[in-house]
């Protein structure tokens, strides 16, 4: 397992106009970006606002998880279950939930016979342009791939420091809510918290406490029993085996 370091100094500030890398369409990477240098700067972002909630080992394999699952898309999109979405697999619910976060735009200015990318924050308006346009991809584009270069072209995009933080806000919250289930949850081996987390960010708290099996059987420490209870039915098998593999390696306190 290769461990991605948190490390202790420094402080993260974000001032003036920070912004991330910027993609061809000067929107921080764009739709599913897997650029080496978005990926690094959510990551590190993620894990340093992680440190005070989970060890270090249980929160690289999370923020790793997560990536490979959701992706990071910095523009508005909606996604196959038709839900607003954002960063990370960050639920957008609705038109309020995008105007609450600090969407941005890259705009060109002509100085000193040159042009220059400036990244200024986006207005309301903008925001709510780029969630309906967003909804009108969703809903007249067959194609998800199609969608997907559709969504990209907006100009309206959060930079990957903010999505670092969301992310690691998601992590956070779902963490709060497995430990109202588990009462134990910190002290299981990191593979099945990062199997529980999974599972409960993918399907929310109200679905997830429908396993009861899967439940009974975390709370007896039965990790056979919790990767057979674990299949999730609309999630892909990949997915699934994947989720099923970590309970098991939790039986060897990894």
């Known amino acids: 397992i290769r461990i991605l370091s948190m490390s202790d100094e420094g402080t993260l500030t974000v001032t003036g106009s920070t912004t991330g890398p910027t993609g061809p369409n000067g929107n921080g990477g764009g739709i599913g970006s897997n650029r080496a240098d978005d990926l690094t700067s959510v990551t590190d972002v993620a894990l340093y606002a992680l440190k005070k909630r989970l060890d270090e080992v249980t929160a690289s394999l999370v923020v790793r998880m997560m990536l490979d699952n959701e992706g ?6 909606f996604d196959t279950n038709g839900i607003p979405t954002v960063g990370v697999g960050y639920n957008l619910h609705d038109l309020s939930g995008a105007l609450g ?3 941005q735009k890259t705009t060109r200015i002509h100085r000193h016979d040159d042009d220059y990318l400036q990244t200024v924050s986006a207005t309301d308006g903008e925001i709510e342009s780029a969630y309906n346009y967003a909804r009108s991809v969703s809903l007249t584009t067959k194609s998800y791939s199609d969608k997907l270069t559709a969504y990209r072209q907006s100009n309206i995009f959060l930079n990957n420091i903010f999505v ?5 806000k998601t992590v956070g919250d779902t963490v709060n809510e497995l430990s109202g289930v588990f009462s134990d949850f910190g002290s299981y081996p990191s593979s099945a918290k990062v199997a529980l ?3 409960d960010f ?6 997830f406490q429908n396993f009861h099996k899967l439940i009974a059987a975390v709370k007896a420490n039965d990790w056979d029993t919790a990767a057979e209870e674990s299949h999730r039915i609309g999630v892909g098998a990949e997915r699934n085996a994947k989720t099923a593999a ?5 039986k060897k306190g990894e």
């Open 72 to 77: 990071l898309v910095n523009n508005i999109y």
């Open 101 to 103: 976060l600090s969407f």
């Open 164 to 168: 670092g933080q969301l992310l690691a």
């Open 197 to 199: 987390i999974d599972m």
């Open 202 to 207: 993918n399907l929310g708290l109200p679905r």
């Open 246 to 250: 970590l309970f098991q390696a939790a």
